[in-house]
């Protein structure tokens, strides 16, 4: 009898210390070339985890977070989500960060039934659909469009493109060729670059040779500070935009001066208290700002913006769907208005990013400092 008691108390402990808790899975490039990106997502997330648990979790359960480093290289990425799923057993998982990672493991979310929540912004997470891939960064086109709404207003037609050679960069670099052709913009250069290039001028000279209006540099972490130098050396006449890749002030103090005048499309938050008092996004973005600054002494940036969406996403379809994870896909796919860092999400069966050129603004750096163009 106490042993049949025995076995029942253990069973009951195995069994408790197994469900009563939400396992979170997290990816995130915290070291190599993304590393500025994903240490803020990492920061962010465990800010975050950490305030729920204190507050009570979710639905009176902890949430348990199992986070792990990519270091930005996709095969990484393949062996930490198998990881995930197989050893952790995660709910669901937030990230990666970059794009080439999150299309590395694409499959895998759906071979192993996981819901998966993108950091990365590549049009091609979600498109074509996989059931249990999202995401919550703004798409390529988005930010692409915000561009190229603005050089039509300045009446620049003649654009040249540097596309850096990753999933990030090829994404861009589709988006700006097919949004061009539908806008009537004139792609007069084409040229691209590694992310482990150290010298731009040769992309750059070819792209003076053909006098375009304005230059799109579309590409993350160290290479695109240097397109910003080489630029400004070569003394090109042009206006040279970045994308929403180098929206952290990591890319500021990487290219000094030469990042003066630049302009690029990014998320609210790099301007949050500059923002009016009558946007809607004004409030929540100057909490998270105070809140992340003042825990981590460092700036907040756009990139930690998306693990705050991802996570509060996910929070939100947990409290109303538990631990099943076809559920769990309905829940996300049922969240509309919801108010982020990035924009107002409205998912649904077909989208399963929710957002639109409008959660772009455009920004200008001036003395080292975000600048608001348009709200």
Request: charged share 25%.
């Amino acid at each position: 009898m106490k042993k049949l008691l025995l076995i029942g108390m253990l069973l009951i402990f195995a069994t408790g210390s197994s469900f009563a808790e939400y396992r979170l899975g997290a990816l995130f490039s915290t070291t190599g070339p993304a590393s500025f990106l994903g240490m803020p997502e990492k920061q962010t997330l465990e800010m975050l985890v950490e305030k729920t648990n204190k507050n009570g979790g979710i639905n009176g359960e902890k949430i348990e977070l199992f986070m792990y480093d990519t270091r930005g290289v996709d095969a990484e990425a393949r062996k930490k989500f198998i990881r995930l799923v197989k050893r952790d057993n995660v709910n669901a998982v937030i990230g990666p960060t970059r794009s080439g990672s999150t299309l590395a493991i694409k499959d895998l979310a759906e071979k192993f039934q996981v819901p998966l929540l993108s950091c990365a912004s590549s049009d091609k997470i979600i498109n074509p659909l996989n059931k249990y891939v999202f995401k919550v960064a703004p798409s390529d086109k988005h930010a692409v469009r915000k561009i190229y709404f603005y050089l039509k207003t300045k009446g620049m037609e003649n654009i040249a493109i540097l596309t850096a050679q990753n999933g990030f960069g090829d994404s861009g670099r589709d988006a700006l060729l097919s949004e061009a052709e539908k806008m009537g913009l004139n792609i007069v250069a084409d040229e691209k670059f590694r992310d482990n290039d150290r010298d731009m001028t040769s992309q750059l000279t070819k792209i003076s040779e053909r006098n375009p209006d304005a230059v799109i540099c579309w590409g993350v972490g160290p290479a695109p500070a240097i397109v910003a130098k080489n630029f400004k050396q070569l003394q090109i006449e042009a206006e040279l935009i970045m994308s929403h890749g180098v929206a952290s002030k990591k890319f500021i103090e990487l290219a000094g001066d030469a990042a003066e005048g630049i302009i690029l499309p990014a998320g609210r938050l790099l301007v949050a208290e500059k923002l009016p008092d009558s946007s809607k996004f004004k409030s929540m973005l100057v909490d998270y700002k105070n809140e992340y600054e003042s825990t981590f002494g460092e700036s907040v940036s756009t990139f930690g913006g998306h693990a705050y969406d991802a996570f509060m996403i996910i929070k939100k379809a947990l409290l109303t769907a538990g631990k099943d994870k076809e559920k769990l896909i309905k829940s996300m796919e049922e969240i509309t208005d919801y108010i982020g860092t990035y924009g107002i999400f409205n998912f649904s069966k077909k989208d399963h990013n929710g957002l639109d050129k409008d959660a772009f603004i455009l920004i200008e750096i001036r003395n080292g400092d975000w600048e608001l163009l348009e709200s």
